[in-house]
């Protein structure tokens, strides 16, 4: 049953509807933050991205038992679509020859910054979903 | 509203996209995120390729914010650097954490490349 067209087609449609929401989100981020080149706003939306993926997968999932598409279209769809990493490697690359300290300091900030977001939404996961037992 | 609209329906074509190549993926290797590595650098080359393009507003909005944008992935990129950290395999994170940040930069640049070369 679980491999059957209907239930892979709702998974998909659920990453859809996610993904459509996690990308306009992240282009109204940009648009309300609007920083010279947009380098915060890609900044900001990463490293939220990176708390909340941790926090979703583990955290909400433990709390509330979603549904497989629930986690799927809030997980994969929406933050995953949130976030962006083509937009990262192109604003760095654009903005090296102009402002080379910039850029690197912009590939740190979002690459270390990812590295710490993920366990803090990992720990405040554990919070929430420990509460319920 | 329309810019919106465009940006939406790209990034939900895009995510899709990205959640199909991910379900293969795990096929092929359960433990190495191979999919998000071939995802974002894809996405990367095609941001680049897209940008010397310099295609009129909208297109730009619903292919490079919205299907680039949706496609590619920061957040799971940096949870798969978790896991694999997690799982004790360093030597593997390090790789794939750098790995993916050269590949993805190369790829920008030969986008770029390609679009002013052709």
């Known amino acids: ?13 659920a990453v859809f509807c996610g993904g459509a929401l996690g990308g306009i989100s992240r282009y109204e981020i940009g648009n309300w933050i609007h920083s010279a080149n947009g380098l ?11 708390f909340l993926l941790t926090f979703t997968i583990y955290g909400l999932d433990l709390r509330f038992d979603l549904p497989e598409w629930q986690i799927l279209g809030l997980g994969t769809g929406f933050v995953g679509a949130f976030t962006t990493f083509s937009t990262f490697t192109l604003q760095f690359v654009q903005g ?17 910054g990812g590295m710490l977001c993920v366990p803090l939404g990992y720990l405040a996961a554990t919070r929430v979903g420990r509460r319920q037992r | 509203m329309t810019t919106m609209i465009w940006v939406g329906l790209g990034a939900g074509l895009g995510a899709a996209c990205r959640y199909g190549i991910t379900v293969l993926g795990k096929l092929v290797s359960p433990t190495i995120p191979y999919a998000t ?12 390729w897209l940008t010397g393009s310099q295609l009129p507003g909208t297109w730009a909005l ?21 896991v694999l950290v ?3 395999r ?3 994170a390090g790789w794939y954490w750098c790995g993916t940040v050269v590949l993805g930069v190369l790829a920008v640049v030969s986008g770029l490349w390609l679009s002013m070369h052709s």
């Open chain 1, 1 to 13: 049953m679980k491999n059957n067209g209907w239930y892979r087609l709702g998974q998909v449609s």
């Open chain 1, 40 to 50: 915060l706003g890609t900044s900001v939306v990463n490293l939220l991205g990176c």
């Open chain 1, 96 to 112: 090296i020859s102009n402002n080379p300290l910039g850029s690197l300091i912009f590939l740190l900030v979002n690459l270390i």
């Open chain 2, 37 to 48: 590595i071939l995802i974002n650098v894809i996405g990367s080359f095609l941001a680049g």
């Open chain 2, 62 to 82: 619903f292919l490079l914010t919205g299907v680039c944008g949706g496609f590619t992935t920061f957040s799971t990129f940096s949870v798969d650097t978790f």
């Open chain 2, 86 to 88: 997690r799982n004790r």
């Open chain 2, 90 to 92: 360093y030597l593997l």
